[in-house]
């Protein structure tokens, strides 16, 4: 264990920066470095230094050419499949190269200028989070409106099919083009640590840890926090154990500069100091190096959070949860229809799991057992049976082999556990049965998981869970299932509870698919 001290001059090592936890055992002041400037307005012919930041670069020009080739393909598909698709552009005056200029190059570049102006290349958006994606739909529709009109103005009679065509295909393509790109860069990221923003969180050190397991929790979204400079006083972090190094009283720039940082990102109360926040900004105005501010207000999704500027000052306006209404009508709606559609096309798999079961171990081939579901109503759940009919009555001799933390027994190696339910239980075919609870209305196909009913009163944060219906996958399920902590899982259901959205819903069942066929976490 290493020490970190405030008068640290030389630059960290990557043998320091690979120890996991270090001890804060003394500091010693150093008088901070005067800011580069105070805020006094730099020439307007001044070129500021290029970022520090530069993993989006090669990203942004890859996904340049991506959307032009996707553009161009989804020209020429519709055009093979419409012998109408030169309508317009054919007649005795008419050369077919301006067709194909248009169809494989004006159309293309018309693409990539509008997702350029609706900031689809933006690097904020870039990697993370469903913008991304609005922006390159919200430039389609420019893009169809842009034709549409030009075609009117020019008299154009341009083929209706061979336009949708191409229009929708480029869409889809592009769409699906940036999905890969994103799986490439979050696979890069999760493997080699790279195109990643390395940052020094500025705060006190509680407040930096809390950001710092934050941003932490998915290497996916790329934030890499390679140092700590606290705020709090030398003799806050004395002798407590710290993911990465610690410093204080140092010039934040030189200190960025000095771990190979490229932002910073100032936490909780330190961006309260009245005056120092905007000094800091103008201290970085020209370095290159990113600014962030990380308030503390976790666990709350962009969508109920808005910046409503007050004569200067920048409030965020946090929405309460949307637990009514119309998204949660048809919320209802698609679960009952899918519910339905899904029992009756399941009917064949549902007879041949019942016949497993039987062979397996004579008794029942449903398992009912009490669970507690919306505002703590108690309904009886359908399962597959995938253990011995005397699993109950042997529960109490494997009490002490618990391995969870939390409320339910889980053990990986189940002796109680016939060997047709195991496979049963890691691909998830067991809960295919709950259909009937969201047939019913008891359950949803999105939701927390329904525990227990005699395993507790759902005291505390924990009761929040019944403000939804309990579901068949959630957020804890497409997010590692049994191998997730009992305080992990009740954070991600609580955070489910506070930001649901329908579109939300969609994506944690698309992710259940890939979650189901890896078998991750089920036991």
């Not at 954070?491 to 189901?516: E, H, K, Q």
Request: glycine share 8%; charged share 20%; proline share 7%.
């Amino acid at each position: 264990m290493g020490e970190v001290t405030a008068s640290l001059q030389r630059p960290v090592t990557n043998e320091g920066r690979s120890r996991l936890v270090r001890h804060v055992d003394s500091f010693e002041i150093q008088p901070p470095t005067p800011p580069s400037h105070n805020g006094v307005p730099r020439s307007a012919w001044t070129r500021a230094r290029r970022r520090v930041s530069r993993w989006h670069r090669p990203y942004i020009a890859i996904l340049l050419l991506l959307d032009f080739g996707a553009a161009a393909f989804a020209s020429w598909i519709a055009i093979q499949l419409f012998d109408q698709a030169a309508s317009g552009f054919t007649g005795t005056n008419q050369d077919p190269t301006w067709f194909h200029t248009i169809s494989y190059l004006l159309l293309p570049l018309g693409w990539v200028v509008i997702l350029w102006s609706n900031r689809a290349y933006d690097r904020r958006y870039l990697g993370l989070g469903p913008d991304e994606f609005k922006r390159v739909i919200r430039a389609a529709v420019t893009v169809a409106a842009s034709v549409s009109f030009l075609a009117f103005a020019t008299k154009t009679a341009l083929s209706r099919w061979t336009v949708g065509t191409a229009l929708l295909g480029a869409l889809l393509l592009i769409l699906w083009c940036r999905f890969v790109a994103r799986w490439a860069l979050h696979y890069i990221r999760r493997r080699a640590g790279q195109a990643a923003h390395r940052m020094v969180l500025v705060g006190t050190l509680p407040e930096c840890l809390e950001v710092y397991a934050a941003v932490t929790r998915s290497p996916a979204a790329g934030l890499m926090p390679v140092a700590i400079h606290i705020t709090d006083g030398y003799a806050a972090a004395r002798g407590m154990p710290t993911p990465v190094p610690v410093y204080a009283g140092r010039d934040v720039l030189a200190l960025v500069r000095e771990v190979g940082g490229d932002t910073i990102a100032v936490c909780g109360s330190a961006s309260a100091e009245p005056g120092e926040l905007r000094r800091l900004a103008w201290q970085l105005e020209g370095s290159g190096v990113d600014l962030v501010v990380a308030p503390q207000l976790t666990d709350i999704a962009g969508p109920r959070v808005h910046i409503r500027p007050i004569e200067g000052l920048p409030l965020l306006h946090v929405e309460e949860p949307t637990l009514s209404g119309p998204a949660l009508l048809a919320k209802n709606l698609m679960d009952r229809v899918a519910a339905g559609l899904g029992l009756l096309l399941l009917i064949p798999l549902f007879l041949a799991i019942a016949v497993a079961i039987r062979i397996s171990d004579p008794g029942p081939v449903f398992f009912r057992q009490p669970r507690v579901g919306h505002e703590g109503r108690t309904f009886r759940v359908w399962k597959f049976r995938t253990m011995y009919v005397d699993a109950e009555d042997r529960l109490a001799s494997l009490v002490d082999r618990n391995e969870t933390d939390g409320m339910l027994f889980k053990m990986k190696e189940d002796p109680r556990v016939f060997p047709v339910g195991r496979f049963l239980r890691a691909t998830s075919l067991d809960e295919l049965p709950q259909l009937i609870n969201v047939l019913w209305g008891e359950m949803s196909l999105v939701g927390p998981r329904p525990l227990p009913a005699d395993d507790g009163d759902f005291l505390g944060d924990v009761r929040r869970r019944l403000l939804v219906r309990p579901g068949m996958t959630g957020l804890w399920q497409v997010s590692g299932r049994s191998d997730l902590s009992w305080d992990e899982s009740v954070r991600l259901d609580l955070y489910y509870v506070d930001n649901w959205s329908l579109a939300y819903d969609l994506s944690i069942l698309w992710r259940t698919v890939g979650v189901v066929l890896a078998r991750k976490g089920a036991y």
